[in-house]
């Protein structure tokens, strides 16, 4: 089994971290990334799972978007709160779940983390656009890992 060490290193890490930072400075929506190595349930309930771990779910507009990586399964979830599902259209993430797997399939996993981030923060500036009255930064800016 690989390590999540061995995914990314500290610096690639810090580089995803930056492009959360730069997608969060247009929109108020809050993304986070969750990596691990392998989970025995269905990976979209790990998601839901994860996602409630973080306390993604108490964000004022209940806009958290969390990118899920399951590293040895070859998985991934991204999961966007209710305020967002609300007011979306049916197959909102699929451009950046496309951009994501185009990546890695290529075995780019820091890019495609970075591309995904961008492009998820460019989708929820349509409908979560940076407010300058109201904004915190409500999540952490941080990798977690299970
Ligand atoms: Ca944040």
Redesign the pocket.
């Given at each position: 089994m690989s390590k999540v060490e061995d995914f990314l290193s500290v610096q690639e890490e810090q580089e995803i971290i930056t492009a959360?930072r730069k997608a969060?400075r247009s929109t108020s929506g809050?993304?986070r990334i969750h990596i691990e190595t392998h989970t025995d349930i269905d990976h979209f309930d790990r998601t839901l799972e994860v996602f409630h771990l973080l306390k993604m779910d108490n964000t004022r507009l209940q806009n958290g978007v969390l990118i899920y990586v399951a590293v040895d399964d070859k998985a991934f979830v991204i999961y966007g709160d209710e305020g967002i599902n609300k007011v979306v259209p049916p197959y909102f993430w699929d451009t950046t779940r496309d951009v994501i797997r185009n990546h890695f399939s290529q075995g780019n996993f820091k890019q495609g983390l970075i591309e995904g981030v961008l492009q998820a923060g460019r989708e929820l500036e349509k409908h979560f656009p940076w407010d300058v009255d109201t904004h915190e930064?409500?999540?952490?800016?941080e990798i977690s890992r299970g």
């Amino acid at each position: 089994m690989s390590k999540v060490e061995d995914f990314l290193s500290v610096q690639e890490e810090q580089e995803i971290i930056t492009a959360i930072r730069k997608a969060e400075r247009s929109t108020s929506g809050e993304i986070r990334i969750h990596i691990e190595t392998h989970t025995d349930i269905d990976h979209f309930d790990r998601t839901l799972e994860v996602f409630h771990l973080l306390k993604m779910d108490n964000t004022r507009l209940q806009n958290g978007v969390l990118i899920y990586v399951a590293v040895d399964d070859k998985a991934f979830v991204i999961y966007g709160d209710e305020g967002i599902n609300k007011v979306v259209p049916p197959y909102f993430w699929d451009t950046t779940r496309d951009v994501i797997r185009n990546h890695f399939s290529q075995g780019n996993f820091k890019q495609g983390l970075i591309e995904g981030v961008l492009q998820a923060g460019r989708e929820l500036e349509k409908h979560f656009p940076w407010d300058v009255d109201t904004h915190e930064d409500e999540l952490p800016n941080e990798i977690s890992r299970g």
